[in-house]
């Protein structure tokens, strides 16, 4: 359930990062502003929220239009009551805060979402799925740092977990443009997890990040075509 903007680039990007990650995009074949779910196998897909909706037929059978923030949110709001409910009896419950948590994730509400991911984390901060998904909030709300230290304390409980490693990885580029850091994420990646079910689509993300290790964020998009 993985989920996340599908339109434009990530906040702080340059012309050339866009450019040269448009052109990875073009090559892996894959929606590179998708991270994979603390808990998911690796395969992404978009919210369930906005999945659900677009997928809704509209008049003479043409699919209504993407939902706004404001509908997501009320569809989070009423997905999440009961669990609120339940919260009011059960306020330290880390599993609860953390379901809560998913259904604002799912529904884009991002700053949301991590409110009650950090309530969950402060009862069981060991939970290392909650705080990838924490990480990738932090990412797709804009703060690539703080995404990158949480993904980083992910992995000092579960080294080796490789949604968080994948995660790591793409942001170190997307985020840092730092091909070496994201790299290193991808191989520990595959070196600890060999049956890693999106292999091939690493393999290809590190093929292609290294032809471009040596572009910084000053590097000029005819340099990067070169």
Not at 49 to 60: H, M, V
Not at 133 to 139: S, V
Request: glycine share 8%; with cysteine; charged share 20%.
């Amino acid at each position: 359930m993985a989920n996340g903007p599908e339109t434009g680039a990530p906040i702080g990007w340059t012309s050339t990062q866009a450019y040269v990650m448009a052109s990875i995009c073009l090559v892996v074949g894959v929606a590179l502003g998708y991270l994979f779910r603390g808990s998911q196998s690796g395969s992404a897909s978009p919210s369930r929220a906005a999945q659900t909706a677009s997928a809704e037929p509209g008049p003479a059978g043409m699919q209504q239009q993407m939902p706004s923030p404001e509908d997501l949110k009320r569809m989070a709001d009423a997905q999440a009551a009961p669990l609120l409910e339940k919260l009011k009896s059960d306020p330290n419950d880390p599993g609860l805060l953390a379901s809560i948590g998913n259904y604002y994730y799912d529904a884009q509400q991002y700053p949301i979402a991590i409110q009650y991911y950090q309530q969950s984390l402060k009862l069981q901060p060991n939970n290392t799925s909650v705080r990838t998904d924490m990480a990738t909030a932090a990412w797709y709300a804009g703060d690539a740092d703080t995404a990158i230290a949480e993904f980083k304390k992910s992995l000092s409980y579960e080294p080796n977990k490789p949604n968080t490693l994948f995660n790591l990885g793409i942001v170190e580029w997307q985020g840092k443009m730092d091909a070496k850091a994201a790299i290193a994420a991808w191989q520990k990646l595959l070196d600890t997890n060999p049956d890693y079910q999106a292999k091939e689509k690493v393999l290809q993300l590190i093929a292609e990040v290294e032809k471009h290790e040596g572009f910084t964020p000053g590097t000029t998009a005819k340099q990067a075509q070169q």
